[in-house]
């Protein structure tokens, strides 16, 4: 079986890798193809994953081009990992946000909305290649925001597009444990868009847990979330939300803690990660070392200045992990082999939500077969969420709408139109900004 990573070159390929290591059984990727635009990236990974291969017997082969078409044909199963424009451009994104003193988080708010528009033409262009060139592959996208791609990419791959993010499972684990319950064994009421969701239940041999949590302050305040938004905040929504959501809550202070940083996010992973790749081009160096090494530090720091407005300290140990490459494969081995399984993923609504409509993507819980990804029946989400929801699907449909007509003006309505942007002149020197920064959003300079 041929799996074609994009973004091949990507920092976190090796996780993907190193998954595929442990699996032995019948129907198991034999070949892994590693795709992207930048051949000393793609070297340098390589170096990694043969690090990893080492001694393991039958481990996948694994080749690398920069020949998207290539790297496309024959096909099983397709990882799309980009970034358009790099982490200089996250970089970038987040210092135009918060010099117009809003949020530039990469997939939430003005960073977001800016990822998008120079993401999507980029995706939908994958997309239409796929279909043409390996019509029977399935696409399981990385590509943040995971969400919004991956509704412009089912436009051409219906349903055999999957977007993953390792969130919600990392909240349900996170949940699980603190109740002392096996996850493997719990059914997480999960509900919302990809970083906009929020657990309102967890079943455990068909009882819920969460009651029980959230009427227990010292449980409730020991695990991350707890600690992030506050036990008094989760006991007024009863339920946990997303991590993410901490900057729709927390908006004022997210932001300032962001612009008092030393570094934004995105420019401490284009430093940390550009001396990775300089020090990879020394033939000598121990490769899989230095990358565990860089990688300890980045999962370590992730969302640090959310951590540290709310009081909440480090990270716990079991938090540092990662998680979405055990996602993608759970999902990969669930259709390849049609071995059944329950994922949170983002998938189209098919009436799910009744608030929105079929098409629009969403991330709920999923029942996975051979036949792909189907959205388990869930309730109603309550008026704060459900407003919450449908004002940013209203944006990510106009980005997507001025990504495909490369509107000016329809980019200015997507910035304006969301929660976290509170001004249209914001909004018009936001894509004043993108627009002269990013080669991608020339289109909208006009």
Not at 400 to 411: K, M, P, V
Request: charged content about 25%; proline content about 4%.
């Amino acid at each position: 079986m041929k799996l074609t990573i994009l973004g091949g070159g990507g920092f976190r390929v090796p996780l993907v890798y190193g998954a595929l290591l442990g699996d032995r059984a019948e129907g198991r990727v034999t070949e892994v193809v590693l795709h992207d635009l930048d051949d000393s990236r793609l070297y340098a990974v390589a170096r990694v994953l043969a690090e990893q291969a080492a001694g393991v017997p039958d481990a996948p082969t694994v080749t690398a081009t920069t020949d998207l078409d290539d790297a496309l044909r024959g096909a099983d199963f397709i990882f799309s990992a980009i970034r358009v424009g790099g982490l200089q451009g996250r970089a970038d994104d987040e210092r135009i946000a918060l010099a117009q003193g809003v949020l530039g988080q990469e997939t939430v708010g003005a960073g977001g909305i800016a990822y998008g528009l120079r993401t999507v033409p980029v995706a939908v262009d994958i997309a239409r290649r796929v279909a043409r060139l390996a019509p029977d592959a399935w696409l399981i996208n990385f590509t943040n925001p995971a969400g919004l791609v991956t509704e412009a990419m089912s436009r051409h791959l219906g349903d055999r597009v999957i977007g993953i993010c390792d969130s919600p499972v990392g909240l349900g684990r996170r949940i699980a444990r603190v109740l002392g319950a096996d996850p493997k064994q719990a059914w997480i009421d999960y509900v919302g868009l990809n970083h906009l969701g929020w657990v309102r239940g967890l079943r455990v041999a068909g009882r819920d847990e969460l009651p029980r949590l959230l009427a227990d302050p010292d449980l409730l305040g020991s695990f991350e979330e707890g600690k992030l938004f506050g036990v008094d905040w989760l006991r007024s929504l009863g339920a946990i939300p997303n991590e993410y959501l901490h900057y729709y809550y927390f908006n004022r202070e997210a932001v300032r803690a962001y612009q008092q940083a030393e570094k934004t996010r995105g420019a401490f992973l284009r430093d940390q990660q550009a001396h990775f790749y300089e020090e990879m081009r020394d033939p000598g160096a121990a490769a899989l070392s230095a990358w565990d090494r860089t990688r300890a530090e980045r999962e370590a720091t992730y969302m640090s200045e959310n951590r540290e407005t709310a009081g909440a300290g480090e990270r716990d140990a079991d938090d540092l992990s990662g998680g979405y490459e055990k996602v993608a494969l759970a999902l990969m081995r669930a259709i390849a082999r049609d071995e059944r399984t329950t994922l949170i993923l983002n998938v189209r609504n098919q009436g799910t939500l009744s608030v929105l409509d079929a098409d629009a993507v969403i991330e709920v819980p999923c029942l996975v077969d051979a036949n792909g990804a189907h959205p388990v029946a869930v309730d109603p989400l309550p008026g704060h969420a459900t407003g919450l929801v449908c004002a940013v699907k209203a944006v990510e449909r106009e980005v997507l709408a001025a990504a495909e007509s490369g509107s000016r003006a329809t980019a200015v309505k997507a910035f304006a139109l969301h929660p976290l942007v509170d001004s249209v002149n914001v909004a018009r020197k936001l894509v004043e900004g993108y627009a002269e920064v990013h080669p991608g959003l020339a289109y909208l300079r006009r």
